[in-house]
């Protein structure tokens, strides 16, 4: 059966079509490549096109007879959406109902969403059913599009499912594919890369925190499982199962520091720590109860060690350093 992923060639997107693949589905990217890259699309063809453009999409879902969807495609920085709110809302909210208009025929529609829609909740772990108060642009677009997914549905729309993202981590384990942002703005990706290019300092945003060792407490959740939701959802709907919405995180938070001494080990080097103020908008905890996904889907996060999760971000960036490099600096760490 062929699903479209739409905004495939992404980081999460990408992980989605290795697990659609390996689960007997065949993946067929949309992406108009502005973020995502054609070497990430590896289990299906790609076909290049903007979510906004409403003619190229119904000839890709017509011709390759699409079945389901999985909606991924969005601009995903919370600072730009603060300084450019209206590419935030064309491209995530308006597009959204571009992409549903041409999607009506289909049997289910997986939704990329995220915990910013929560804000800064009052009570943790998160449910689902916490008020939704988001706090930039970037939550608020995402707020919109859910609201849009659960309205057409009501009037007849394609089921959907909204998976509320915590914080992606981690790269696939057999480095096939990871996290190839530009600019990097993700904690885990950017230590690791510090590491690689030899950085001597890295700025740790607020060490007076109410948390165990005064740094933020987030959420990770490896993106192979993240992508493992995916196929789940995708197969509830199909068989007939409720629209629903599902956080997705691990439940267990990591502080800043203790990301660091996890890609400490994984790495063997020690980053020279720069502490500063907190930034606005940071809250001190942000955890999932992602027991709904557990429950419905079935869904069971297979990889949870903090050193598993840097460690495969860091592999992965690694290898791709070593594929950039100049040829003696390959020769060097031969
Ligand atoms: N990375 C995270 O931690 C995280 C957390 C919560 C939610 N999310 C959501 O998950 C989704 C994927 O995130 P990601 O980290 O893989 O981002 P990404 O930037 O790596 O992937 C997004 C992909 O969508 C494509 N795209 C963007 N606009 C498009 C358009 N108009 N037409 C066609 N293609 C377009 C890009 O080229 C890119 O390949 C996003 O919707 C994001 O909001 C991500």
């Not at 000839?59 to 709110?85: H, K």
């Not at 267990?252 to 063997?268: I, K, N, P, Y």
């Amino acid at each position: 059966m062929n699903v479209l992923v739409i905004g495939g060639a992404g980081y999460i997107g990408s992980h989605c079509c290795k697990a659609l693949s390996q689960a007997g589905y065949t993946p067929i990217v949309y992406d108009n490549l502005s973020k995502g890259h054609a070497h990430a699309v590896k289990w299906g063809p790609l076909e290049v096109g903007d979510t906004a453009d409403g003619e190229r999409l119904h000839d890709v879902v017509r011709r390759y007879d699409v079945r389901g969807a999985i909606y991924l495609a969005s601009f995903i920085e919370v600072s730009e959406s603060v300084v450019d709110s209206l590419s935030y809302y064309h491209n995530n909210v308006a597009n959204t109902v571009s992409v549903l208009q041409q999607l009506q025929s289909i049997g289910a529609f997986v939704f990329s969403s995220t915990a910013a829609v929560y804000g800064e909740p009052k009570t943790i772990p998160i449910k689902e059913d916490t008020e939704l108060h988001p706090i930039n642009p970037y939550g608020w677009s995402k707020f919109m599009s859910e609201r849009i997914i659960q309205d057409q549905f009501a009037s007849g729309g394609v089921p959907y499912a909204i998976l509320r993202y915590f914080n992606a981590a981690g790269a696939d384990p057999y480095g096939e594919i990871g996290e190839e942002h530009e600019p990097e703005s993700h904690l885990i990706p950017r230590a690791c890369l510090s590491v690689l290019n030899g950085k001597c300092s890295f700025p740790v945003y607020g060490s007076d925190y109410p948390t165990r060792d005064g740094t933020a407490i987030r959420d990770y959740i490896h993106v192979t499982d993240l992508a493992n939701a995916h196929v789940l959802a995708l197969s509830h709907l199909l068989d007939g199962g409720q629209p629903d919405i599902f956080n997705l995180g691990s439940g267990q938070g990591l502080t800043v520091l203790e990301v660091l001494q996890a890609l400490r080990e994984a790495s063997g080097e020690v980053l020279d720590l720069r502490f500063e103020d907190r930034r606005p908008g940071d809250p001190a905890v942000l955890l999932a109860d992602a027991r709904k996904a557990k429950r419905v889907l079935g869904w069971r996060p297979a990889i949870t060690e903090p050193e598993d999760i840097v460690g495969t971000a860091f592999a992965f960036l690694k290898s791709r350093a070593l594929r950039d490099a100049p040829v003696y600096l390959r020769q060097l760490s031969a």
